[in-house]
T-cell receptor
Framework: RKEVEQDPGPFNVPEGATVAFNCTYSNSASQSFFWYRQDCRKEPKLLMSVYSSGNEDGRFTAQLNRASQYISLLIRDSKLSDSATYLCVVSHGSSNTGKLIFGQGTTLQVKP | GAGVSQSPRYKVAKRGQDVALRCDPISGHVSLFWYQQALGQGPEFLTYFQNEAQLDKSGLPSDRFFAERPEGSVSTLKIQRTQQEDSAVYLC????????????FGDGTRLSIL
């Protein structure tokens, strides 16, 4: 079983839709949480960090539930340019090297 | 400013050959990471350097994989006696401090073993 689990999708949604991605992680030592975006044949890029209180960046909202070891990403008013793979990522505590542990990724396709 | 630069972008090799992949991190970044990304999967950690010291190599899949960063800047990932399962995208990332995010990724080297 992978340490970070995501539904690979694909999620096919129309423009303007709201879509939510979920992810679970198994290591309770995880301290830092992120969503990365990866376009086809490109490198991963940080979309946003995820905080326990929840955080929002424009149309994107991320939430973390430490008790359930569950992370979510909500995208409102989807744009064609949101089409990409969204990677759920965790990092362990301060004793760790800071390496990132990625989920498989969830593919989003926004259609006109 | 320049980001993380990796070369070559594409590498095709025959099974059994040795390959060397280069990573040029962002200037001044002390932390450097190598990841392997198989098709349809997320990146998986291979190894980590803090300056020239290789502090974590727990993700290297076998002793055929070797990484170095002799002067604390450019890093090379070497794979000896390549096998078909080594085919993947190899991503390099750097950050200014291991505890500070984000890690900035290069475009990767797409390695195909025939």
């Amino acid at each position: 079983r992978k340490e970070v689990e995501q539904d690979p999708g694909p999620f096919n949604v129309p423009e303007g839709a709201t879509v939510a991605f979920n992810c679970t992680y198994s290591n309770s030592a995880s301290q830092s949480f992120f969503w990365y975006r990866q376009d086809c044949r490109k490198e991963p890029k940080l979309l946003m960090s995820v905080y326990s209180s929840g955080n929002e960046d424009g149309r994107f909202t991320a939430q973390l539930n430490r008790a359930s070891q569950y992370i979510s990403l909500l995208i409102r008013d989807s744009k064609l340019s949101d089409s990409a793979t969204y990677l759920c990522v965790v990092s362990h505590g301060s004793s760790n090297t800071g390496k990132l542990i990625f989920g498989q990724g969830t593919t989003l396709q926004v259609k006109p | 400013g320049a980001g993380v630069s990796q070369s070559p972008r594409y590498k095709v090799a025959k099974r059994g050959q040795d390959v060397a992949l280069r990573c040029d991190p962002i200037s001044g970044h002390v932390s450097l990471f190598w990841y392997q990304q198989a098709l349809g999967q997320g990146p998986e950690f291979l190894t980590y350097f803090q300056n020239e010291a290789q502090l974590d190599k727990s993700g290297l899949p076998s002793d055929r994989f070797f990484a170095e960063r002799p002067e604390g800047s450019v890093s090379t990932l070497k794979i000896q006696r390549t096998q078909q399962e080594d085919s993947a995208v190899y991503l390099c990332a750097s950050s200014s401090d291991r505890g500070l995010q984000p890690q900035h990724f290069g475009d990767g080297t797409r390695l195909s073993i025939l």
